[in-house]
């Protein structure tokens, strides 16, 4: 089965400008979680979405924000982009049963902020 | 979720088995023990994970002490491929979707 897909791969964009990210999930999969990966903090949650609500969230400023659909296909969007925004952003999903199981990670979308 | 430590990096010879290992002193009951390794730049992928019993996948194996204190994860062939940092991670069934990644081990496979 198809894995977990991210759009676009590669983006660059001007500080204070925004962006959104697209995160489909595997098929059968009602969880979207994000992450953001930088050399400096690592790989940190950003929220985690479930039935088109957020579920959980991590120690991010507003400006990062996320959204699930009906589909369960998920997006972020970061307003007023600053240089430290510049990272991986990873996207996972998985079943959310309330016992073992694991997340699928899909690609990243490197987004570079200049 | 509990906090884990991990040797900042380890050297593995081709073919030889790499021997990963965690510490998790403070554990609790109802966590699980799972692995996540990345490979330069991609998704982290999931390896295996364990509640207390010792688990095998075609992938690897899972080794969790008596204690639940500390965990080896055991890749038994490795391959220049494997080159990757390894995340143990420690949480609650119910936090599937929500992992705290601490800074993992860097395994270099060598010829």
């Known amino acids: 089965k198809a894995g977990v897909t991210q759009t676009p791969r590669y983006l660059i964009k001007t500080r204070g400008q925004q962006v959104t990210l697209s995160c489909s999930p595997i098929?059968?999969?009602?969880?979207v979680s994000w992450y953001q990966q930088t050399p400096g903090q690592g790989l940190q949650f950003l929220f985690e979405?479930?039935?088109?609500?957020?579920?959980n969230k991590g120690n991010f400023p507003g400006r990062f924000s996320g959204r699930q659909f009906s589909n369960s296909r998920s997006e972020m969007n970061v307003s007023t982009l600053e240089l430290g925004d510049s990272a991986l952003y990873l996207c996972?999903?998985?079943?959310?049963?309330?016992?073992?199981?694991?997340?699928?990670f899909g690609q990243g979308t490197r987004l570079t902020v200049v | 979720d509990a906090k884990t430590t991990q040797p900042t990096s380890m050297d593995c010879a081709e073919g030889r088995a790499a021997n990963l290992p965690c510490n998790h002193s403070?554990?609790?009951?109802?966590?699980?023990v799972y692995w996540y390794r990345q490979i330069h730049s991609q998704g982290p992928q999931y390896i295996i994970h364990?509640?207390?019993n010792n688990e095998t996948n075609e992938m690897a194996s899972l080794i969790i002490t008596e204690d639940r204190k500390s965990s080896t994860l055991i890749l038994p062939h490795a391959t220049l491929r494997d080159t990757a940092v390894y995340y143990c991670?420690?949480?609650?069934?119910?936090?599937?979707?929500?992992?705290?990644f601490g800074t993992g081990t860097r395994l270099q496979v060598t010829l």
């Open positions: 996972a999903s998985s079943l959310a049963k309330l016992k073992d199981t694991e997340a699928f």
């Open positions: 098929s059968g999969h009602r969880s």
């Open positions: 979405y479930f039935s088109e609500t957020q579920r």
């Open positions: 403070t554990i609790s009951g109802n966590e699980y």
């Open positions: 364990g509640l207390k």
């Open positions: 991670i420690v949480r609650w069934a119910g936090t599937a979707s929500k992992l705290t």
